[in-house]
């Protein structure tokens, strides 16, 4: 989200994003959402994923961050949250404890470190999401520290309500850790875990839930930029046998103009029961996908795309128009994305 461009008005800075799109899914899913994701899930009409205003304050050693956000990705990654929680993407207020070494503390909902990809379409090489950031926290609450090392490493520790919980869901708190490396200006190598017990009301049986994620981000020259990302979590449960999920893809871009570029992805993932349970009769989760994405740079402020997209799974995890059980499925989408 730091890549926002804002309008600065003395200490206070203003800017907002909106990512509209119309997506179809050729099996047609029932109730018009397409399964196993929150962001622009939306079948066969046209709609807003998300639009938010950005106000940020900054002073020498305190900042603050407010940003309310609208569309169907907030009403379906929030749907657990309470009252007026569910428009929260951030809100945070730091202050700079250390000028020297310029280290931060932070309370409130930020961002999650947690994979390549975030809310943000804008930022990355395809439009929709990996399976990747749709099975780990999109964000966080609690407190967050911020220690640059030197120039190149800089570590982050978090202490958290936990997993992608706004309001505490079961009294234990949890703890994050993330190391960022950069060794030249082209790359950033980012390593993450997390810590905690997850045992909720939804999942009594739950207990604690241990993750970790590595993922690189490489931008070659104006023509090629490219994005990898590897994670395994562990979720135990109460006298019965740990559950895992992990996934891991690839993704490139290559530009013919400074305007025209076009993406590709290749990704695998397993879930054996802790957040995606399949819509059919199978027991866990497992799907390859591949995809395009056509980019077009409208105006230094527009994005347009048009992204295909490819399901194949071992299993019959999908439904098609028919609702009879099938292991593929098929996501055309076109979107529109807008900031200032």
């Known amino acids: 989200m730091d890549t926002l461009e804002t309008t600065a008005i003395g200490h206070l800075a203003i800017g907002g994003y909106m990512d509209m799109y119309y997506g179809y899914n050729f099996n047609q899913p029932a109730g018009g959402t397409n399964p196993y994701f929150v962001s622009s899930n939306r079948h066969d009409e046209m709609n807003i994923n998300l639009a938010y205003i950005d106000l940020r304050y900054r002073a020498t050693d305190f900042r603050a961050r407010f940003v309310p956000g609208y569309g169907t990705y907030m009403n379906s990654n929030y749907a657990n949250e309470i009252g007026t929680l569910k428009n929260i993407v951030e809100a945070t207020a730091g202050l700079r404890l250390s000028a020297k070494r310029n280290i931060w503390v932070d309370v409130g909902v930020f961002g999650s470190p947690y994979t390549n990809e975030s809310a943000i379409s804008k930022d990355h090489l395809m439009y929709t999401r990996s399976f990747a950031p749709e099975n780990v926290p999109y964000y966080l609450s609690g407190v967050k520290f911020s220690v640059p090392l030197n120039s190149k490493w800089t570590t982050y520790l978090f202490l958290l309500n936990g997993w992608q919980v706004i309001q505490d869901n079961n009294g234990n708190k949890s703890m994050g850790t993330q190391v960022e490396f950069r060794p030249n200006k082209r790359m950033l190598f980012n390593w993450d875990t997390y810590i905690g017990n997850n045992r909720t009301a939804q999942a009594p049986d739950f207990r604690m839930r241990y993750f970790t994620d590595l993922y690189w981000i490489y931008k070659a020259n104006d023509k090629f930029d490219a994005t990898s990302c590897v994670y395994v979590g562990f979720q135990e449960r109460a006298n019965t046998t740990t559950l895992t999920w992990w996934t891991a893809n690839f993704i490139g871009r290559y530009h013919f103009t400074g305007q025209l570029s076009i993406s590709g ?76």
């Open 265 to 340: 992805r290749i990704e695998y993932y397993s879930d054996g029961g802790v957040h995606q349970i399949p819509i059919t009769n199978v027991n866990s989760f497992k799907a390859f996908s591949t995809g395009l994405c056509l980019n077009y740079k409208a105006n230094h402020n527009a994005l347009l795309r048009i992204e295909a997209r490819q399901f194949i799974a071992p299993d019959n995890v999908y439904l098609d128009e028919k609702t009879n059980p099938t292991s593929t499925s098929t996501w055309l989408v076109g979107s529109l994305t807008a900031w200032f």
